[in-house]
């Protein structure tokens, strides 16, 4: 089976510095159909003013993903991590037992475009930690990059859930596939461009979900880059 969810039916937010698309319930958007996906419980699209940003808050028992897409976001938190990232970089944070921080766009003159990603984790009370590791973009051309997964593969980042999540960027006449084990989940988003994923057309922020199916194919791209999530 498959599901296509458009992305002008994700929850959307304007707060003058912040504007944000959801594509799961957060804050004041709610949507008992679209709560979770699986572990996946967050994709926040943001895209952050200049000088602007999350002042110091808090998490605990989520892991938290940061995948930039243009510009870039300075992260500090109460474990000591002081980062800027940037576009091609990811980020892990483990919020475990709890974690304040805050991330700013440290530019004067552009905004920050970003996806926050939350994903459950296997357990709670987990020690908090901190990961960020740059990913080129070779490795992403028309070939899934592993960016986090529960053993570290491929120099991955380590996330405390049975659960993989990738990234590819393809144009033109580049072609991918995806084979999907038995009684696995997919949750397929674009980031940026437009594709075809079995059969399916696919713009930016629209997501297609994937279950009892063998696998996913993805052709017909125009500067697309997507997140894939290989979920129990």
Known sequence: MKVLRNSSERGYA???WLE???????????DPAHVHFGPLRVINEDIVQPGTGFGTHGHRDMEILTYVL????????SMGHGEDIR????????????VQHSEVNPSPIDAVHLLQIWIIPDSQGLTPGYQQKPFPLEDKRARWCLLASPDAAQGSLLIHQDARVYAARLDGAETLDYPIAARRRIYLHVARGSLQANGCALADGDALMCSD???VNLAAAKDAEVLLFDLK
């Open 87 to 98: 576009y091609g970089e990811v980020q892990v944070m483990c919020a475990g037992t709890g």
């Open 20 to 30: 944000s698309w959801h594509s799961f319930s957060f804050a004041d958007y709610r």
């Open 14 to 16: 304007h707060h003058g």
């Open 70 to 77: 243009s510009g870039a976001l300075r992260h500090r938190d």
């Open 213 to 215: 199916e063998s696998s």
